[in-house]
């Protein structure tokens, strides 16, 4: 059985709302970061509540762990309404999404994940939804065939994807507002390590430690809560209960997390792109036989805070390592395959004549 990395962004079993149910932000003035996209919102909130109407359909990407399921929530709540989550690979047929959206009151969100992987066949019933909030359903097939048209309260469909561009263009162009959501700041993750412990009811806790925790939560805020969880936990087990940087630096060796964050995977990764290829540059397949790992998995989990942090560059030709990554493992750094080739011929060349 895999076991699940501590710094992975995406969702684990330990960070559902049952844990700490109020953990959540539920406005946008408890929102901390993404302070354009907040502005975006706030307009677009407030002109649809003077006029009625639900706010126009969104459209989030970004790396996962970065608040786009919470912001479905928050809209809902700035809407006065509820919202309805669900995801691309959920609706496997027409039907499911039928009755997803048959379901929706006035002014309800629809949440859905991975939007990217809707099936096409239920994906072309989306369309007539998000712009005459109508279904056309096709009853029976060949000549007793019969369209059934399903009209559905007006509703605000919130999209998130971590790959945005597997998304068809028809459907992309639908979007009122489309955003990307980057990584949060040190300050941003502080601040909510700060309203964090406060929920959770930590009282014994250092603004050093905080600090230390949001610098290796890899800019992700389902990350930073991770990591303080486990902090706290081995606070209680381990130490007086009081959180301390002593505290969050014997936890985190634990889990095999270093100073900026990286964990064991990153580590490898980043020494057989060192070692095994000579720095790069490597195609991602290749890497993802030789570490046994997924090739998905590298791209959507691994290789964005990689990348975001300088430590591998993405070429044409493939990834390599850059000089920060190599000196971060404590490498040689040797410069990207061409670079080696261009000197080894330099060295290898006579001058056609003397002097």
């Known amino acids: 059985m895999a076991i699940e990395r501590i710094v992975s962004s995406t969702e684990q079993a330990s960070d559902e709302e049952v844990v700490v149910p109020s953990i959540r932000p539920r406005t946008l003035g408890e ?3 993404q302070s354009a996209l907040k502005e975006r919102l706030d307009i677009a909130l407030r002109a649809a509540r003077q006029r009625k109407k639900p706010m126009e359909h969104v459209l989030l990407h970004g790396p996962p762990g970065l608040g786009k399921t919470t912001l479905a929530h928050v809209i809902a709540n700035e809407m006065g309404s509820h919202a309805s989550v669900t995801s691309g690979p959920a609706l496997t047929k ?19 994940d991975e939007i990217h992987r ?45 790959r945005p561009g597997l998304l068809t263009q028809a459907l ?4 009122g507002i489309t955003h ?19 929920i959770m009811e930590i009282g014994r806790v250092g603004t050093a430690a905080l600090q230390m925790i949001a610098s290796r939560s890899r800019g992700t805020p389902r990350v930073a809560l991770r990591l303080l969880r486990r902090v ?32 064991a995977l990153d580590r490898s990764y980043l020494r057989t792109l060192a070692t095994v290829y000579e720095g790069g540059p490597v195609g991602v397949e290749a890497l993802a036989a030789t570490i046994g790992e997924d090739s998905g ?24 390592i850059t000089r920060m990554g190599a000196d971060h493992i404590g490498v040689a750094y040797r410069g990207d395959a061409s670079e080696r080739s261009g000197d080894e011929s330099k060295r290898g060349e006579s001058p056609l004549f003397g002097d």
């Open 297 to 320: 998995t590298l791209e959507d989990v691994v290789e964005p805070f990689l990348l975001q942090s300088g430590f591998v560059a993405r070429t044409r030709q493939g990834r390599r």
């Open 94 to 112: 027409a039907g499911d999404l039928v009755g997803t959206l048959t379901r929706m009151q006035d002014r309800d969100v629809l949440f859905i």
């Open 31 to 33: 929102y901390v970061g």
């Open 180 to 198: 990307h959501l980057g990584f949060y700041s040190q300050p941003d993750l502080l601040a909510i390590l700060a309203r964090a412990c406060g």
């Open 232 to 263: 706290h936990d081995f606070a209680i087990v381990r130490g007086d209960g009081k959180v301390v940087e002593a505290t969050v630096d014997a936890a985190l060796q634990l889990e095999s997390v270093d100073a900026l964050g990286l964990d």
């Open 118 to 162: 809707l099936p096409v066949a239920v994906e072309e019933y989306i369309y007539p939804a998000m712009e005459d909030y109508r279904i056309d359903f096709t009853v029976d097939s060949g000549m007793h065939a019969k369209v059934v048209t399903i009209n559905l309260k007006a509703f605000t469909l919130i999209g998130a994807t971590t």
């Open 172 to 175: 992309r162009t639908r979007f």
